[in-house]
């Protein structure tokens, strides 16, 4: 169709996924009025509305709904072959969107930011921290190369690779650091403090202590890792944290961290993309380049240095 190119597509692709012109316009780096333009251009181009324009959000018309759908794909396919040709060209190069969840991502991204662009001197990585499963939707839409999540995810789309393995440690107040470290139905008695529903470790630690979200306990959440320490330090309950967070999350607060009995709680942190993803023996290589990282100086190995805090 004369007219019509890839920019629009992905203009009304990055429509159809926030909802909201402001936010879209974000997402790809443009003005909002900018942005309104190449939609409405998109639509004189196709003769018809494909959205309408609420004071607040928006919403696609039946046809924008079904033209949606086939851009998600043909946008794939674009991108697919874009990473097909990348791969060819041997060593990684060009343009590489890589998902954190937010309980890795303060901790562990920095060093991989690092260690890849000194391993691929002409990637362009593009990090995003998002909840698991908004970055699962983002790997089956193509909107996104690799993620670092918790596993096992077991979606049959995508390939799973094992990094590293790590615990979870016990948070409370500093004055309860010479206390006995309490087993898992103890803390089901105590003011749980945990992450907002929709992260990953949440429902980890409430596996952990054989309690599930419809419990009624009295559970307080946070947005952050950050904030369910700060409310330990202020005397509010306990929590657990991923042992990587442990030296940056609690050297401001008057926390002390325990270790649990056996089995202590853990996870494993992996990486997954989509099999079908031609950057796949890249990927591969990347997996194995953040292994070595984490072999050499694995945040769960910093025992030492979090001492002072109970460990």
């Given amino acids: 169709m004369i ?32 942005l309104s333009l190449q939609i409405k251009e998109l639509e004189e181009i196709l003769g018809t509305p494909l959205v309408e324009r609420g004071a607040r959000r928006i919403r696609l018309t039946a046809l924008g709904e079904a033209f949606a759908l086939r851009v998600r794909d043909i946008l794939r396919a674009v991108d697919e072959l874009g990473a097909l040709a ?61 993620a670092i999540v918790a596993l096992p995810i077991s979606e049959p789309f995508l390939h799973e690779e094992a990094l590293f393995d790590e615990e979870f440690v016990l948070v409370r107040p500093q004055e309860d650091a010479a206390k ?91 990486m997954v993309w989509r099999k079908t993803n031609p950057l796949a023996p890249q990927l591969t290589r990347i997996a194995t380049i953040l292994r070595t990282v984490e072999s050499g100086e694995n945040p769960a190995n910093r025992g030492a240095k979090t001492s002072g805090k109970g460990i």
Avoid: N
């Fill in 86 to 146: 990348r791969a060819s060209q041997g060593p990684l190069v060009g343009q590489l969107r890589i998902g954190v969840i937010p309980t890795v991502a303060p901790y562990l991204l920095p060093r991989v930011i690092k260690e890849l662009a000194a391993a691929f001197p002409g990637i362009d990585l593009r990090p995003r921290e998002a909840v698991t499963q908004r970055l699962i939707e983002d790997l089956a839409e193509g909107r996104m190369d690799t």
């Fill in 3 to 34: 007219g019509l190119s890839m920019r629009h597509l992905r203009y009304f692709d990055a429509l159809a996924q926030y909802g909201h012109f402001g936010r879209a316009a974000e997402a790809c780096a443009i003005s909002q009025p900018a």
């Fill in 180 to 270: 006995p470290v309490p087993k898992p139905e103890k803390l089901r008695e105590m003011r749980l403090l945990l992450l907002e529903e929709g992260h990953c470790f949440r429902d980890q630690a409430l596996s952990f202590c054989e309690m599930t979200s419809a419990t009624p306990r009295d559970l307080m959440e946070g947005s952050s890792l950050s904030t369910l320490v700060q409310m330990v330090g202020a005397g509010i309950g306990v929590t657990l944290i991923p042992e990587m967070a442990a030296p940056i999350e609690t050297r401001s607060a008057a926390v002390s961290l325990a270790r649990l009995a056996e089995p202590r709680p853990r996870r494993t942190i992996g």
